[in-house]
């Protein structure tokens, strides 16, 4: 498995580690130019932050809640690295489930990965591995590793104005920051499977364009439902099917969907004063709803059918 | 002597077509078999039915396997290079090495990379910077260093020059081939494998019209070469085929006794492209 893996590494190396790699420094070179810019703005208006100490002055002026918020906005900083990461991560999984049974095929290479004693559940389930762990795995190292870089950043900028750099990151959790991210891979493992199982279920399956049919299929299925619905015939459940069918079998590859629209953020004990819903405490009160235990069943069973798809698809 | 492949009333239907209309045969152990058959005559589908690859009905033992059932272990015995271009592109030298070296238990890395080393090929070189030929050499390194049971070969030379498609050959009986290993190879370039083969299969829509080792052909089938005067009592005798050289009628005959044959003139046996094409006349049609 470990070998199945790594051949989707390095078949994938562009998606799973270039993709977060470019995307953290250009994020990190868009905020030095915009420190500069305001640098330059500043110094052309002959605005002087603290030159004389004055930030320094306002700091120690502050009270603890003050410097907590301080400590919050950095954690902030630190997660929004970690934002954009994952809607390239979400982009990355998508279009890599969509095509992980389906080019090689197109290219009849799958002839020569048949043609070794791999069984195809293996190989269905190295892509997954690959989908819901490897990628989220390296997309968060990076994400962990741009995060502290725009801590230095920050702090380096405001030591230049005469500000103790290290009262201030102290005020910072960049561990707790780490802890909720890293541990967050295990719930998306969860929370992706019914999305993973259906996009690589239409890259077995499909014999051309995999994206037109596993996007039109939900959808027209879901418009088809919201006609007879507007009709006022049958009485189908046009939203649930819309919140629990087309949502997720498409997005819930994307990381934090399951905060975002699972029953979790409206039940969640979490406070956004102080980033607890990034807590695993809050983002694991998921386990606690149906919805995710029904999307993971659904899941294993898409994923059953990609195998016997990718056992018996006979189109060479 | 071992039996590597059993087949017995195996039938192929595609929407349409009858691929495989009922076919039975068997293969023993050291044995390099040609199937040989026009376009679409259903040799590859026979191929795939023996790797597992595709459904159909009738029975087939592959090695003691049922290769729609037990897929993944019979690929443990069996290597198949299916056409150039099957090689993914993405993959580099060393990264298909490491790769089946890691999943394939009967995979001998050194032989590989001694090999490799006969070629130009680079670690580092992705396929998709290969010509045609060296795909083929990379995919020949890592099969030939498999201590597989059976090889199966699809149009393994297709698309390549007689310089590569001469070594290709050459390498795998020299260096490949022994009394334990049955290769099983389709190809249209008769003339290359004739020389090679230790059997011969002729499959045409669907069916096995000729299944004979190459000594039992040699004095099934022979050709004479008939001046004008004797042509017609040559006819008589029911010739497979008839064309005109310098004057004189080759005739090919099938089963007719070697001394009848010498009084009409001069016999020798008939290569198997001559063979082809008059066991295969009107396929087309």
């Known amino acids: 498995m470990f070998w199945l893996v790594k051949r989707e590494f390095w078949e994938h190396r562009g998606g799973f580690f270039w993709a977060p790699v470019i995307t953290g420094g250009v994020f990190l070179l868009l905020n030095i130019m915009g420190i500069i810019t305001a640098e330059v703005l500043g110094a052309s208006h002959g605005i002087r932050f603290g030159a004389s100490g004055g930030l320094q002055r306002v700091i120690a002026d502050m009270d603890a809640g003050d410097l907590s918020k301080v400590g919050m906005a950095l954690d902030v900083a630190m997660y929004s690295a970690m934002g954009l990461l994952i809607v390239v991560l979400g982009f990355v999984v998508f279009f890599y489930c969509l095509g992980a049974l389906y080019d090689d095929r197109r290219d009849r290479s799958i002839m020569f990965w048949k043609s070794l004693p791999i069984s195809d559940a293996s190989t269905v389930l190295s892509k997954v591995v690959s989908a819901t762990v490897l990628a989220p795995v390296i997309a968060v190292i990076v994400g962990i590793v741009v995060g502290m870089l725009q801590l230095l950043i920050l702090a380096i900028t405001l030591s230049f104005h005469g500000v103790n750099v290290w009262q201030l990151l102290v005020q910072a959790h960049p561990f707790r920051v780490m802890f909720n991210l890293i541990g967050y891979i295990p719930l998306y493992v969860l929370w992706a499977l019914p999305s993973v199982g259906w996009l690589l279920l239409c890259s077995a399956w499909a014999r051309n364009k995999p994206f037109l049919w596993a996007v039109a299929l939900p959808v027209a299925t879901g418009l088809l439902i919201s006609w007879f619905g507007i009709m006022g015939l049958f009485n189908l459940p046009m939203t649930w099917f819309w919140e629990n069918v087309v949502q997720r079998s498409l997005f819930s590859v994307f990381p934090g969907t399951g905060s975002l629209f699972g029953s979790s953020l409206r039940h969640s004990t979490g406070n956004v004063e102080n980033l607890s819903f990034m807590d695993l405490g809050s983002t694991y009160h998921l386990l606690a709803s149906p919805d995710l235990w029904i999307g993971v069943l659904a899941g294993a069973g898409l994923l059953v059918a990609a195998i016997w798809f990718r056992r018996w698809r006979d189109d060479s | ?285």
């Open chain 2, 1 to 285: 002597m071992s039996t590597v492949i059993t087949a017995s009333g195996l039938s192929k239907q595609y929407k349409s077509t009858l691929a495989l209309d009922n076919v039975s045969f068997q293969i023993p152990a050291g044995r390099i078999v040609g199937l040989i058959g026009p376009n679409g005559a259903g040799k590859t589908t026979a191929l795939k039915a023996i790797l597992g690859l595709t459904d159909f009905t009738g029975e087939l033992n592959v090695l003691g396997f049922d290769p729609r059932k037990q897929r993944d272990k019979l690929m443990g015995e069996v290597c198949f290079i299916a056409d150039v271009a099957v090689l993914p592109r993405w993959i580099r030298v060393s990264e298909v090495v490491d790769f089946v070296a890691n999943v394939h238990p009967r995979f001998n890395r050194a032989k590989c990379e001694a090999f490799l080393k006969r070629t130009k090929l680079q670690p580092g070189q992705r396929v998709r910077q290969m010509s045609k030929g060296m795909i083929v050499q990379l995919h020949l390194a890592l099969v030939m260093a498999i201590d597989a049971k059976l090889l199966i070969l699809d149009e393994p030379t297709l698309g390549l020059d007689i310089l590569y498609r001469k070594q290709f050959y050459q390498n795998l009986l020299e260096d490949y081939f022994d009394e334990h290993k049955t290769i099983i190879v389709t190809t249209h370039q008769v003339e290359e494998v004739e020389h090679i083969l230790t059997d011969l299969m002729f499959i045409r829509d669907g069916k096995i019209v000729l299944d004979a080792d190459m000594d039992a052909v040699g004095e099934r089938f022979i050709e004479v070469m008939v001046n004008a005067d004797k042509a017609d009592t040559a006819r008589q005798l029911k010739p497979l085929d008839e064309r005109q050289v310098f004057g004189k009628s080759i005739f090919l005959f099938d089963g007719v006794s070697r001394d009848v044959l010498e009084q009409l003139g001069e016999i020798r046996r008939p290569s198997i492209s001559d063979l082809f094409v008059a066991t295969m006349k009107g396929t087309y049609a």
